[in-house]
């Protein structure tokens, strides 16, 4: 089994007059995909996408006609998100995440809900209202005035255009898990169900004179609950949000580290950000009693201009390689160093390598013990076969077990085969009983390749199995007639 791999990009600040094309970033994509699959180490090609944020470059404060210059630079980013969907995705939708960034954020909406405070309206404790969480009051240091929010309903369509955008990119695809705070938080599913994602909205308070990364209180324990209705055993948790979790001295443009504790003490296992414009690796740990760890990964900017990058950082994206047992991850770094090409690109922060590897333990339990989600996924999938069939759905019951492994005389695999049988799919009940662990197993491959036209096959099993799982000799010689009146049937 090949690892689940995933395309991380961030930052595409998309506009019409952007100094990298859609044409240019998606060949230089392509063409890295022909390169990584043949380096040393080789990549796996992703079959999913994640944006983390900043998918336009937005519109200045005071800026004429902006409403239509940001819908012009939505129009840019869904002409290359679908192309990116087209050549990598297969065209599925619903293996592309994204999230808005402080880019997003219309900061000429945001303004216009403002109001000036007169002196007299001053609080006399200006600075702990002024950075309390949920403040109405914004300070604009370039004109040393002191601003309410007066029009809160107003201020939270700052994010409309990104909104539209996002449910015009959504529009045709089903089946996404049910979040109940969708203007905060929405849920993908990756993997067939293996990968559980909360694609969260860090820009909450976020607008032209607040700039720092916020999810707002709550959100995460909500889509705690929100993954555990929908009665699926993700195998691994995913974070995805835009805002660092750190930052420069006296930069209030990051998000609380606490709210990343607050993810891993939920379970999640991996988060994925962007904002800072390059490429970050960081392990993120809490005790509870017990040491729990998260892989914090930032991706640098796919197209941001010169004068956005930090000193010596190139254009950047992600490759990340999820472990086959889900509890690790190989993070590659692709950089656009010559020409406008992205390649394998070394890290000094990486010990000088292109890629690097981080791990974590499984959740615990209340009790403090690994809780072992393959079991759980198991043991909840048969129970939902179970009941498909109960309910006359057997095919929907095979889809739901056929990936799982079949050890002889389990009960999966009981289900399994019945559930192939009720469906007449031949093919499986001769691939799930090779070899027939029992005397009935021994009979049903035989009916199978008797329903298939496969009467040398038949009589095969009956050939090799017969002694060996001590089959009746009246039922053996009752097998062999009827494979012998079959085959003449049908001549």
């Not at 809160?152 to 089946?175: C, H, I, M, Q, T």
């Not at 996404?176 to 599913?189: E, G, I, Q, Y």
């Not at 820009?203 to 700039?211: E, I, K, L, P, T």
Request: charged residues 25%; hydrophobic residues 40%; contains cysteine.
């Amino acid at each position: 089994m090949k690892p689940f791999s995933i395309m991380h990009i961030s930052d595409l600040h998309r506009s019409p007059f952007d100094t990298i094309s859609n044409d240019e970033l998606i060949s230089a994509l392509v063409n890295d995909r022909n390169r990584y699959v043949v380096e040393t180490p080789s990549i796996t090609v992703p079959t999913a996408i994640v944006v983390s944020g900043d998918i336009i470059q937005g519109v200045s404060l005071h800026e004429d006609d902006f409403a239509a210059k940001i819908e012009k630079q939505y129009a840019v980013a869904e002409q290359f998100l679908d192309e990116l969907v087209e050549r990598f995705l297969e065209n599925d939708r619903s293996r592309l995440i994204m999230v808005p960034g402080n880019h997003d954020v219309d900061w000429n909406t945001a303004f216009s809900a403002l109001e000036p405070v007169q002196d007299e309206a001053v609080p006399d404790n200006l600075k702990a209202e002024l950075h309390s969480e949920d403040s109405s009051l914004r300070w604009d240091w370039k004109t040393r005035t002191l601003y309410r929010i007066n029009d809160p309903e107003l201020y939270e369509s700052r994010l409309d255009a990104f909104w539209s955008f996002y449910e015009r990119f959504y529009k045709n695809v089903s089946g996404l898990p049910v979040a109940k705070n969708s203007l905060d938080v929405r849920l993908f599913s990756l993997c067939d169900s293996r990968i559980g994602v909360a694609a969260y909205n860090s820009c909450y308070g976020n607008d032209c004179f607040a700039s720092h990364g916020m999810i707002r209180r709550g959100t995460v324990a909500r889509s705690d609950l929100d993954l555990n209705d929908s009665r699926k055993t993700y195998d691994l948790r995913m974070a995805v949000w835009h805002h660092s979790i750190e930052g420069l001295p006296y930069h209030t443009d990051y998000m609380n580290i606490d709210v990343v504790r607050s993810m891993i003490g939920r379970g999640f296992r991996l988060g994925l950000h962007g904002h800072q414009h390059k490429a970050q690796v960081s392990p993120q740990e809490i005790c509870l009693p017990d040491r729990e760890r998260m892989a914090v990964i930032g991706a640098g900017s796919l197209c941001a201009g010169a004068n956005d990058l930090p000193v010596g950082v190139h254009r950047q994206y992600n490759i990340l390689e999820i472990a086959e047992d889900f509890r690790g991850v190989r993070i590659h770094v692709r950089a656009m160093a010559i020409a406008n090409l992205f390649s394998r690109w070394w890290f000094t922060e990486f010990g000088g390598a292109s890629h690097r590897d981080l791990d974590w333990e499984s959740p615990c339990n209340s009790l403090g013990l690994a809780t072992s989600t393959q079991i759980m996924r198991k043991n909840r999938l048969i129970v939902e076969a179970e009941k498909a069939i109960n309910t006359g759905d057997p095919a929907h019951a095979f889809c739901m077990l056929e990936s799982l492994e079949l050890p002889p005389e389990s009960y999966e695999r009981q289900i399994c085969l019945l559930a192939a049988t009720e469906t007449q799919n031949w093919d499986a009940v001769v691939n799930i009983t090779d070899p027939p662990a029992t005397i009935e197993e021994l009979t049903q491959r035989f009916q199978a390749f008797i329903e298939l036209g496969d009467f040398n096959g038949a009589v095969d099993v009956l050939d090799r199995f017969s002694r060996l799982m001590q089959l009746p000799v009246s039922l053996e010689s009752e097998l062999r007639s009827l494979a012998n009146a079959q085959e003449s049937m049908r001549k």
